[in-house]
């Protein structure tokens, strides 16, 4: 895939819950206070999420949890 293709990659909600572990309130919830990446409009009653914002997401709380705090 090309880098363009890579970085615009849109993941469901149904492939983020599952990547995540999250369930649906909680993603939503997240992304209301800041905590989750914002999703994209993909048209009247679809939403979608980056997948590279979901994997830096993914990155940033194993990190932190190494460290020894949860955020």
Not at 61 to 67: F, I
């Amino acid at each position: 895939m090309s880098e363009i293709q890579d970085k615009f990659k849109v993941m469901r909600r149904p492939e983020v819950e599952s990547i995540t572990g999250l369930s649906r309130s909680s993603i939503y919830a997240k992304m209301e206070n800041g905590t989750f990446p914002k999703g994209i409009k993909l048209s009247e009653r679809s939403v979608g999420w980056l997948e590279h914002e979901v994997q830096e997401w993914l990155k940033n709380r194993v990190a932190a949890t190494r460290q020894g705090g949860v955020q």
